[in-house]
């Protein structure tokens, strides 16, 4: 019955998009989502990005048919406020990932949830306004210290670049000591639909790095003439580098300093002059990564509930499909504890490059790393005579090495990541009940 009706909705969202009846289609995009929410069958991310960028389509192929260009469009709907409007608008759909299914209601949660919505809306204002041109990327970090989202690892330095496939372009600098280094690049991003599938991988081991640590790749959809050159292939439809480095030790390792350049026209690598059609994408883009990215980890932390405080591997395919990394192994839960209960997690690493566990809130933004000691690695670990590792996630220090801290919170997602292991143990988990406190 919720296949017929959500197949339905996007039939007569479909028809009343090409037909111009926007409220019909907004209402009908409602019920999609409403019964998609209810159903493991569907993405509710998808449903929504899906029918936004239909609906954008639709309409766009009816201008052409009548003579109108894109930049027409766009320069009417900036001139008359409809961008604007459809940006606020989609902002305020958004919302409604804060009370979807599982979500939890109390204020301090919601409070969190609000501020998580305002960290994506930045991270989006500038990935797609401020550094959006594939013509003149720049290398920038959309997810840090305050912007949080999708389990972000606390051991990573992520930056990203906007790409087109149609250009080649030089990532060039030097290695730095940070202990794990990869790039990647990918089609389209989280402001479509479609996710987020791999289009080419490289990491550091497989470089060309010289004595003084400098080396550089080429990124393009031919492999390069010179054979020994270091290569990050693309397709027609990439769109995004992603950079990943990651630490063992925050405080003794220096990151890779990164450049990227266009090559294919060095006389022509300035930045495009700004266009109404760049801003309203832009802005129809930074909005909807608001409201898919919301969406789909609210989604995805409802799904962890069922197995709470336990930790089995997350489904390798979907992983990929959302930008995860390919060497990564993940397992990524819910967790709940009461004040005098522990959640115990031992197990005997792999041979692995690193391992890593995170403590996140319910939106799946990794907790206050700056303040609080919520992520714990394969470096900082304390280990057994055997070899295995025990950690502990309470809200008081039970008195062990390996606690991490709730920083305040009651509930929330998890992360366990085995990279380039030999095998993928689950890790076993338990909770139990600490000892009073001695009274003073």
């Known amino acids: 019955m919720e296949s017929v009706l959500i197949g339905g909705s996007l039939a007569l969202a479909l028809a009343a998009a090409v037909a111009g009846h926007g409220w019909i289609a907004l209402l009908a995009v409602g019920v999609a989502v409403f019964f998609g929410m209810r159903s493991s069958k569907f993405s509710v991310r998808r449903v929504i990005v899906g029918l936004l960028d239909l609906h954008r389509r639709a309409n766009l192929l009816v201008l052409r048919l009548r003579g109108v260009t894109e930049e027409e469009v766009a320069a009417q709907r900036l001139v008359d406020g409809t961008a604007w409007a459809e ?17 939890p209601r109390d204020a301090f949660n919601q409070a969190e949830g609000h501020r998580y919505l305002t960290r994506v809306l930045r991270a989006g204002l500038m990935a797609f306004i401020e550094h959006s041109d594939p013509k003149a990327p720049v290398l920038h970090r959309v997810v840090h210290e305050t912007v949080k989202m999708g389990s972000d690892n606390p051991d990573n330095f992520y930056q990203t670049a906007a790409l087109c496939g149609r250009y080649r372009y030089r990532l060039y600098g030097t290695r730095g000591t940070i202990s794990f280094l990869s790039f990647g690049t990918q089609r389209g991003h989280y402001g479509q639909g479609g996710g987020l599938p791999p289009t080419g991988y490289i990491e550091a ?53 990164l450049h990227i350049e266009r090559i294919d026209d060095p006389t022509d690598a300035r930045p495009s002059n700004l266009t109404a059609q760049q801003v309203d994408e832009g802005l129809r883009s930074a909005s909807t990564i608001v409201a898919g990215a919301s969406m789909l980890f609210a989604r995805w932390a409802n799904g962890f509930r069922a197995h709470g405080n336990k930790l089995p591997r997350f489904d390798p395919a979907v992983s990929l499909a959302a930008g995860g990394d390919p060497n990564i192994a993940y ?55 055997d070899g295995s590792v ?24 998890m992360c366990w990541r085995w990279v380039k292991a030999t095998d993928h143990p689950e890790p076993p988990t338990r909770v139990i009940t600490l000892p009073p406190l001695a009274k003073a």
């Open 205 to 257: 081991s497989q470089l060309h790095v010289g004595p003084d640590g400098k080396f550089e790749v080429i990124l393009s959809q031919d492999r390069p003439a010179d054979a020994n050159a270091d290569w990050l292939p693309m397709d027609s439809e990439t769109g995004t580098l992603v950079v990943r480095q990651s630490y063992l030790d925050r405080a003794t390792e220096i990151v890779a300093d």
């Open 331 to 385: 397992y990524h839960s819910y967790w709940q504890l009461k004040e005098n209960e522990a959640l115990v997690v031992e197990v005997k690493p792999p041979t692995c490059e690193y391992w890593n566990f995170q403590i996140n809130n319910y939106w799946m933004e990794s907790l206050d790393y700056r303040y609080h000691t919520i992520c714990i690695n394969k470096h900082t670990a304390k280990y057994e005579k």
């Open 87 to 103: 940006f606020c608008d989609t902002l305020k759909a958004a919302g409604a990932a804060l009370v979807s299914s599982g979500t």
């Open 390 to 413: 025990i950690v502990y996630l309470a809200h008081r220090d039970p008195g062990h090495p390996n606690w991490l801290t709730t920083a305040g919170h009651d509930c929330g997602t």
